[in-house]
């Protein structure tokens, strides 16, 4: 208290802390398989536009995930290290095209040596920390056309080490470890997708493009033709062992 003054009043959560906090409350029921699928996709819509402009976004689909082995090796690995759910993070990964995106909803995105070849900070599997960040490496060079992100619980070591173009990291690396907004992952048990928005990109010319390493990832990328995704309802992945 105060000479002479009234008691302080309590100061209120940062944003920051508030964000980590539901992070946490999310991701125990996400792990726990309890949060249901209209839950996880109003989340997924709610953080998506958080960064990505409403008026440019027709047509998004949010499917739910649950697949049990991403799961439970993701959990693993967490409780080794002494499942601390406050290291737990919500991070974006963009698909290179439909069938892409198909592949990483049954198998989990891939971090293997061979998978990305010219990554900006390494070779290994990539996510962002906001949907627009993870939407700008498209391949469009600006224009319009049908997208696959993934919104991702990861879960990044407590020290992060710089990222280098061209090589392999022997952890996880990031575009800046103190404040990161791009993680490259060598440890595809570190990522579990828990839902897949498909959307149409409607480009108005009234934001300038941001400038990514899409371009020069172009040759990585397949260049199937992208169609329409059909709304589908929450999938559930098969047994069996994980393509790493």
Known sequence: QQQGGAAKAPRSPSPERKAKASACSLALRLLAGTAEAELIGGLAEKMFFESMPIDNVQDLRCEALDDARSRGAFMRVLAEEGGDLSRIRM???LAG????????????????DGHCSCGRY???????TSAAKAHAY?????????RHL???????EEE???????TRPKSTAADLPSHPTEYCFVNPARLHCVCRLDYSWVPTGRRP????????????????????????????????????
């Open 91 to 93: 991070a974006w990964h």
């Open 97 to 112: 095209s439909s069938a892409a995106a198909t592949a990483i909803a049954t198998d989990g995105i891939r971090c293997d």
């Open 122 to 128: 390494g070779r290994g599997g990539y996510v962002a």
């Open 138 to 146: 498209s391949d469009s060079d600006g224009n319009g056309g049908e």
């Open 150 to 156: 993934f919104l991702v619980l990861i879960l990044p």
């Open 160 to 166: 992060l080490i710089k990222g280098e173009r061209g």
């Open 209 to 244: 493009k941001v400038a990514t390493a899409g371009g020069h990832c172009r040759a990585w990328r397949s260049q199937l033709q992208r169609q329409p995704s059909p709304v589908r309802s929450p999938r559930r992945a098969p047994t069996g062992e994980r393509h790493e």
